[in-house]
């Protein structure tokens, strides 16, 4: 059975940092590309960011590029994403997700992936 578990999520101030793993298991967790996405109320699920298999290749959506990192390590079967200067806006719920599907990275939508995590509440005050 397939396990995505998100943690790390809470309330951070804007500017500040906050870091969401996400552990994975009952997968070969090298052999999928691993994405981040976000849903805050009253609004549909979004992109964040995306992972290849290795971790060379990033992408990420407009709205956190340079403020988010997503990476991930293999041994671990876990991802992360760094979340640096969030501001009110990145307030959501976070998922992890995971996906064997390959094609462009930068094409990755919520539509291409197989597993989801739970969420983790993120809250970022003003």
């Known amino acids: 059975q397939v396990q995505l578990v998100e943690s790390g999520g809470g309330l951070v101030q804007a500017g500040g940092s906050l870091r969401l793993s996400c552990s994975a298991s009952?997968?070969?967790?090298?052999?999928?590309?691993m994405g981040w996405f976000r849903q805050a109320p009253g609004k549909a699920r979004e992109f964040v960011a995306v992972?290849?298999?290795?971790?060379?290749?990033?992408e990420y959506a407009d709205s956190v590029k340079g403020r988010f990192t997503i990476s991930r390590d293999n041994p671990k079967n876990t991802v992360y994403l760094q979340m640096n200067s969030p501001k009110p806006e990145d307030t959501a719920v976070y998922y992890c997700?995971?996906?064997?599907?390959?094609?462009?990275?930068?094409?990755?939508?919520?539509?291409?992936?197989?597993?989801w995590g739970k969420g983790t509440l993120v809250t970022v005050s003003s």
């Open positions: 992972i290849s298999l290795g971790g060379g290749a990033t």
């Open positions: 009952g997968l070969p967790f090298s052999s999928y590309r």
């Open positions: 997700a995971a996906t064997s599907r390959f094609g462009p990275l930068a094409a990755m939508s919520h539509y291409d992936m197989d597993y």
